[in-house]
């Protein structure tokens, strides 16, 4: 996924969030949106995962060479935040089987592989509303990572996550980002440190 911000700004009211952003997402690039927290950083990413239209300028979105509609884009995205909510009622096998409905997996991922991988043995007939904080979160990253999409937004990954799940997390990344576009929003570095780009929210203000 390619996406190019042309003079991009975004209001809510009479508050401008960013103003101006130029800036072109290379499909296979890793990007890492920093700033302080309430600076606009979750406000860009659901620009970019055409959650949010921008009050000026223009997002264009193109995948292997053909450019995709802005209601469109969702079939393309996989997105992990804080703010997404699980559905808790679900047990952790029924809420893998149900974001399989919406959002395949990667070729070879069945529910199986994801259950080993977050490595909850005594969780898969376990409601997700008993799970802990951290284990939601591992559950979002997992869901979001090995979903056969072109773009990958994570918000805020490590939330609610303790050393072991940072670097469960990272392991995370590197097995399965392959060749997908990668944006990272967050100011804590262990969270982006295997970008390549970075783009400073502030200089949009």
């Not at 399989?100 to 909850?120: C, H, M, N, W, Y």
Request: charged share 25%; hydrophobic share 40%.
């Amino acid at each position: 996924m390619q996406i190019k911000l042309e003079q991009v700004s975004k209001r809510y009211r009479y508050e401008w969030i960013f103003k101006g952003v130029d800036y072109q997402f290379v499909a296979g690039s890793r990007t890492a949106i920093t700033g302080p927290n309430g600076s606009g950083k979750s406000t860009l990413m659901k620009v970019l995962s055409g959650h949010l239209s921008p009050t000026k300028g223009q997002a264009e979105f193109i995948a292997e060479g053909e450019k995709i509609g802005a209601d469109d884009v969702y079939q393309q995205v996989a997105y992990a935040a804080p703010y997404i909510e699980l559905i808790e009622e679900f047990t952790l096998a029924e809420a893998i089987d149900f974001h399989q409905k919406f959002k395949p997996l990667l070729s070879g991922i069945r529910t199986e592989e994801v259950l080993d991988l977050l490595a909850f043995p005594k969780a898969k007939d376990k409601q997700v509303r008993h799970f802990s904080s951290g284990m939601k979160q591992r559950l979002k990253l997992a869901l979001a990572a090995c979903s056969a999409s072109s773009l990958l937004l994570l918000d805020e990954p490590t939330t609610n996550l303790d050393a072991q799940g940072v670097d469960w997390y990272l392991a995370l990344m590197e097995r399965f980002i392959g060749d997908k576009t990668v944006v990272v929003a967050s100011n804590m570095p262990v969270d982006y440190g295997f970008c390549s780009e970075l783009i400073d929210i502030l200089k949009y203000k």
